[in-house]
């Protein structure tokens, strides 16, 4: 397809499971970015990449955080030992590359409910 | 703390009305991007301003930036349903590749 996609589309999952959220972005596009979404509330910016690195890794909110970018394409966002506190919309972007405007385009997002 | 402003937080009007919503900062942005989230979908972005004060229309919307570029305001004149959504604004900031959201306004357009 032409946009970002994301899979799952909805996760539920027990407390103390791993998860692993999946991002495709659009083709070309060397920067990838994840984001999360509580209820009624703005995008909290969790990590970047550019091409397979990450210069960022500072809005990971815990070490149970951890993502991948594998051949400058697909990443992986991993969450170990899921919280309730974890419950949110996992959105994932992709930009052509950094510059100037950093236009962003986003996927629909996954919903990850933690019982 | 959001570095982005929104105001107001909920917006419910009837079709045919004028609805503005604002977003502000104390910072500076290089750009300052709009975009509309509707339930169980990813922001779509609607414009990208760069310029102090400029303004842009698309339709029936209309984006203005401020001149010193930390505020900025989405007017929607007679809106329509369709116009319902979840209003985000996003700054970037010179050299910057991270976006700054604000919390973003609910907007509802009554039939």
């Known amino acids: 397809g032409a946009g970002v996609s994301q899979s799952p589309s909805n996760k539920v999952t027990e407390k103390g499971k791993d998860v692993e959220l999946r991002c495709d972005p659009i083709s070309g596009h060397t920067a990838l970015y994840w984001y999360r979404q509580s209820l009624g509330q703005g995008l909290e910016f969790l990590i970047y990449f550019q091409g397979n690195s990450a210069p960022d890794k500072s809005g990971l909110p815990s070490d149970r955080f951890s993502a991948e970018r594998t051949g400058g394409s697909v990443s992986t966002l991993t969450i170990q030992r899921t919280q309730q506190e974890d419950s949110a919309v996992y959105l994932c972007a992709s930009s052509l590359k950094v510059k100037r405007y950093n236009e962003q385009f986003f996927g629909p997002g996954t919903r990850l409910t933690v019982l | 703390t959001q570095l982005l402003e929104q105001s107001p937080q909920f917006l419910s009007i009837q079709e045919g009305e004028n609805l503005t919503v604002y977003c502000n900062s104390s910072?500076?942005?290089?750009?300052l991007q709009w975009y509309r989230q509707e339930p169980g979908e990813g922001p779509v972005l609607l414009v990208t301003v760069v310029t102090g004060g400029e303004v842009k229309k698309l339709k029936r919307l209309t984006f203005q930036f401020g001149d010193a570029r930390k505020d900025s305001s989405l007017h929607i004149t007679a809106a329509q349903p369709g116009d319902t959504g979840l209003y985000l604004c996003a700054g970037a900031r010179t050299n910057d590749y991270k976006l700054s959201f604000g919390a973003g306004t609910t907007v509802t357009v009554r039939a």
């Open positions: 910072s500076v942005f290089s750009s």
